[in-house]
């Protein structure tokens, strides 16, 4: 072979050995960030293995494929949530707690608002050390968090319901706002005006669109808007929380890549859960569950309460309707009509 013709056949194999290094670079690197990603997720995210936790007295599961989350909203004003309110409050509480349940066929999904001022009995509990925290009763709901931490709110929960908790996700003041903002803000209609009172936010009747901080604003109003009541309180939470469910199926959020990491990077930064959701893969796969559920038909409850006769600024859990109501969840049947019927109203 002459010289004239191996100069050429040098010189393709030599680019076709400098391709092949830039695509197993290129190959590498993505495999390299990906990792990066995943690994970044999944460390932002906190857990609480809730079977350790709490132990065996806990209720038995009745339907197999229904599920019931806990969502707890937290009110620290720990690091980043002290900028978000500047309120004089030590330690933290569940600001928002809602049971969900979601049927078997994950068609529709009914939301149940535990009013933070409720007096429960708090059963015998171990708080975050492991250290072992008496049965009380007549305590305040949102206390059992403060006290004891977010494995003992499951197990009020479950013992005042009879419902097993088979997840539950707690996002605090930053984690919210940065849901909020990642979707782009969520809109909101008033049908009237919210006064803006004891530094809440100020709107006018209609309808507006609220970035992460006034959304945070908006759901924690008490003063400003209806009766100024905690139990006034959950009617702006459950709305927002459809709107936002609206907004994330609206934008497809679950279905475009961006958009998604740019929610799960925002939600999982301040997000607690059970241990057996503690992973990207794990909330991803719970998520696209979920995806069948539409929020036009998903069903908000309050908790029917009745103002305590001891304490007319707390309520307590009026029966027979709260039976009724967890009964339903339990045997995942429809809720009767009977069951919403609060004597407390708000």
């Known amino acids: 072979m002459t010289e004239t013709h191996a100069r050429p056949r040098r010189r393709r194999r030599r680019i076709l050995r400098i391709t092949l290094l830039l695509v197993a670079v290129l190959i590498l690197g993505a495999a390299g960030a990906g990792w990066w990603t995943y ?13 350790q936790a709490i132990g065996d007295n806990r209720p038995a599961k009745v339907v197999a494929n229904a599920q019931n989350v806990l969502v707890l909203g937290s009110d620290s004003r720990a690091g980043a949530n002290g900028d978000l309110d500047h309120g004089s409050v030590s330690g933290a509480r569940s600001d928002t707690a809602m049971l969900v349940h ?145 907004e994330i199926k609206k934008q497809d959020a679950l279905g475009n890549p961006a958009r998604l990491y740019k929610l799960a990077d925002a939600g999982t930064k301040s997000l607690t859960t059970d241990s057996d959701l503690a992973s990207l893969t794990a909330l991803s796969d719970f998520a696209q569950s979920m995806k069948g559920v539409n929020p036009e038909t998903m069903e908000t409850i309050m908790l029917p309460v009745a103002y305590d006769k001891v304490d007319p600024n707390r309520v307590v859990v009026a029966e027979p309707q709260a039976t009724q109501l967890w009964d339903a969840l339990r045997k995942d049947e429809k809720v009767p009509a009977s069951a919403k019927d609060s004597p407390a109203k708000g």
């Open 39 to 51: 690994s970044h997720l999944n460390d932002n995210i906190d857990s609480v293995d809730l079977d």
């Open 102 to 246: 979601i049927p078997e066929g994950r068609a529709k999904a009914t939301a149940v608002s535990i009013p933070r001022d409720t007096l429960v009995t708090r059963p015998e509990c171990k708080d975050r050390a492991g250290k072992s925290v008496p049965s009380a009763k007549r305590v305040m709901f949102n206390s059992v968090y403060s006290l004891a931490g977010p494995a003992c709110v499951v197990n009020t929960v479950e013992q005042m319901s009879g419902v097993r908790v088979d997840h539950f996700v707690e996002v605090d003041f930053a984690g919210f706002k940065g849901l909020v903002d990642a979707l782009g803000g969520v809109t909101v209609t008033l049908d009237k005006p919210m006064s803006g009172a004891k530094g809440g936010l100020k709107l006018d009747a209609g309808t507006h669109r609220l970035n992460g901080t006034d959304s945070l604003k908006f759901v924690r109003t008490r003063y400003g808007y209806g009766d100024g009541s905690d139990l006034g309180r959950i009617g702006l939470q459950q709305q927002f929380m459809l709107a936002m469910l609206s």
